[in-house]
DNA sequence: CGCCGAATTGACACGGTTCAATTGAGGTGG
DNA sequence: CCACCTCAATTGAACCGTGTCAATTCGGCG
């Protein structure tokens, strides 16, 4: 896996760790699983079965209607923890699925047990940390769901993987692989496909991105930042 | 207080307490606090200084954007808790708003520490309840926003109050006191004003609700329930 | 009585959806 | 290497759920 170093080094961004609480990190990456795209990794009401790091691919967490209408709620993308949670026995409030090939090791190490937490304060901040970033990511997503037009929430949302990715390191220029479809977008973002088209169409006229064949290259951040309405409103830590 | 048993008592829905932790329960009453209407409990990016237990009043969790556009993302109740979470430090991901005049208690108690947790399961069990729910609730504030029409959004989220209120002792017909005014309900459900009203009209119309003055009373929960969806989508727990 | 915020109404504009068809790109088998 | 298949992306036109604007009415309160 030749981001995993990459992403531990994501870490640092969280807290400051010992000399035991890397290793313990360390150690996490021992023992990678492999998920196939599509397939459902917790469903629905189901307890987590303990918090796991992806290395490589994408997730996204949905709720599924009977008639067919999907909301997305959330991406995971490499670097990002799934199921994290510092109460055991959390249960999932909405299914997760492998949206391409995933890989991911166990990411126990983050919580360390009650009675040690004392012991390990990194890795407890990093948790908390993480846990903090989760709940923002559903509050932006409100946001955007509730109060923004299209075209604001594609920047929104664009923005969100490029800085997510850009955390545990890019290719260099501001380009990304990105195996959302345009459905994927739609469901996410409470759009039709249609004006997801039309949409990123607009985006790309206007000289803010780049995209096909599955890559994203944002060649405007301030403006895509400015459009999404990052100024507009509290703006805290990524 | 005349309500605060019924809280109490409420919390026998999330687990089952032993007689030291009823008495902690108990304790927590005892410094109660109040809070005018429109009052910020909690700006966001801050610190919570604690969870607390809502005994009378109603509020919500909001953001706010520089061209005056808010959305709310949850509503608070009596015999919710604010700002609850396992983890110390946590910090605000929104503003904290009293909707009306407000009175609320420390409910520390439901979140013993790390070292004491099995010495409190039922404590420590509530407490991950009330936290899953909290998720649970911002999930299907999303699925709301993304997915559904307005008479649908509105049927969920007058489900919404009259569950959680029912939980800790209503009138005894279907009414409550809803001190929500139709911009309130707009800036949460995503809505003008103005749709906000014939939204209602027409559920009154069609004998679902009536409304007026401030009682909001529910005349057909079961064509509510699945006009809001709630058997088309994985549904779990209250 | 008179004020003010909330609720209500009607006419019109617009963002986004739906439907239906076309194009494009990657993958497979002959 | 080409024919073929399939899924994703793209396009155009008609339609509709909701927003906007601008009054008007209602209800509680000093």
């Not at 390990?120 to 940390?129: D, V």
């Not at 932006?140 to 920047?155: H, N």
Request: charged share 25%.
């Amino acid at each position: 896996m030749p981001n995993a170093d990459a992403i531990l080094r994501s870490f640092d961004g969280l807290a400051s760790f010992s000399g035991p609480e890397r290793l313990l990190l360390q150690r996490m990456l021992a023992s990678p699983l492999s998920h196939d795209a599509g397939e459902e990794l917790i469903a629905m009401g189901n307890p987590f079965d303990g918090p796991r790091l992806i290395l490589s691919g994408w997730a996204y967490s949905c709720v599924n209607f009977a008639d067919g209408r999907r909301q997305i709620i959330d991406f995971y993308l490499p670097g990002d923890v799934l199921g994290l949670s510092s109460r055991t026995a959390a249960r999932a409030q909405a299914s997760f699925i492998a949206l391409t090939k995933l890989v991911t090791v166990p990411a126990q190490a983050l919580v360390p047990p009650s009675d040690q937490r004392e012991n390990f304060p990194g890795l407890w901040k990093a948790c908390l940390a993480i846990e903090d970033r989760q709940v923002f990511r559903h509050v932006r997503q409100i946001v955007r769901l509730g109060k923004q037009l299209a075209r604001e929430r594609m920047a929104g949302l664009l923005l969100d993987f490029f800085r997510r990715l850009e955390r545990c390191g890019l290719e260099g220029d501001e380009t990304f692989e990105m195996p959302a479809t345009q459905e994927i977008l739609g469901d996410a973002l409470g759009l039709s496909t249609v004006h997801v088209n039309r949409t990123l169409q607009e985006l790309r006229r206007e000289g803010l991105i780049r995209a096909s064949h599955g890559k994203m290259q944002i060649l405007d951040i301030d403006r895509l930042s400015a459009l999404a309405g990052e100024t507009s409103w509290g703006w805290m830590h990524y």
